[in-house]
C-alpha cells in the first residue's frame, strides 16, 4: 500500500519509499508493571533536492507475546507518537 507523505518543511508530497525513510527499534525487556513496550525511531529525508530537510519522529508502542504463534512478540497498540523535529 502506498503511503503519501507531507514534507513539514516545504510541503510536498510524495510517496513515501525506503530510500527516504529510516527505520530503528528499540525494545524494552526490563520487568515492570506495565509490560514490554517498543519504541520505533523514524527519520525521514524529503526527496526534492532543493529541500532534503531531515523530520524525526517517535512511536512508543505497546508489545504483546502470542502463545498461539511463534512466541515472538508482536507490536500492538500505539500509545504515543511524537513529532520531534520539526517540533510542531
Ligand atoms: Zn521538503
Known amino acids: 500500500?502506498?503511503?503519501t507523505w507531507t514534507c513539514p518543511f516545504c510541503n510536498a508530497t510524495s510517496v513515501l519509499d525506503d530510500a527516504m525513510m529510516?527505520?530503528?527499534?528499540?525494545e524494552l525487556h526490563l520487568e515492570n508493571?506495565?509490560?514490554m513496550k517498543?519504541?520505533?525511531?523514524?527519520?525521514?529525508v524529503c526527496p526534492y533536492e532543493n529541500c532534503?530537510?531531515?523530520s524525526l519522529s517517535c512511536y512508543l508502542y505497546?508489545?504483546?507475546?502470542?502463545?498461539?504463534?511463534?512466541g515472538f512478540p508482536k507490536r500492538d497498540r500505539l500509545i504515543r507518537k511524537?513529532?520531534?523535529?520539526?517540533?510542531y
Open 38 to 44: 517498543e519504541l520505533v525511531t523514524v527519520w525521514t
Open 33 to 35: 508493571s506495565e509490560g
Open 82 to 87: 511524537w513529532n520531534l523535529v520539526p517540533g
Open 52 to 54: 532534503r530537510r531531515v
Open 1 to 3: 500500500m502506498e503511503e
Open 62 to 70: 505497546e508489545i504483546i507475546l502470542d502463545p498461539s504463534d511463534t
Open 22 to 26: 529510516q527505520k530503528d527499534t528499540s
